[in-house]
């Protein structure tokens, strides 16, 4: 990251090619299977009792790197309000895009033939959390190695 920094404020490249190299250069990075671990990073408990949804995104982690890599590309101090970064460079947060991400696999996975091993790794999953909210997790592990 700090190797790109470097070179684009060396050349001083216009904005929008700047956004655009963080884009193909880092971002695939940053979201590198974040259809699987995605559904597991957004507490949607804190969220609904969040007073803004938008700041309760912007703490998590990845948000946190994004914004401060647009606030670089801008140029503006990193206290800069974030709507009014997104919005210089047309930019949505990044838990949108993942949600579509998690939410296209979660289809692509239950529209999987019953005979295949994906679908039967799914059903675990899920008996596993459904269960997971009346026995402590000590006796899944117990049993899975039994």
Known sequence: MFKLLSTIHSSQARIMVQSDLYDKMVKPILLYSAEIWGAYTIDMDNYFKSSSPS???DKLQYELFDLSFAKRILGVHKKSCNFAVRGEL???PLSIEISGL???NWATITQL???TLLYDCFLA???LMNNAQSEPMSNHFSQTLI
């Open 102 to 104: 998690v939410i296209k």
């Open 55 to 57: 700041a309760f995104f």
């Open 90 to 92: 047309a930019r949505r």
């Open 125 to 127: 999953n899920n008996e």
């Open 113 to 115: 033939a019953p005979d």
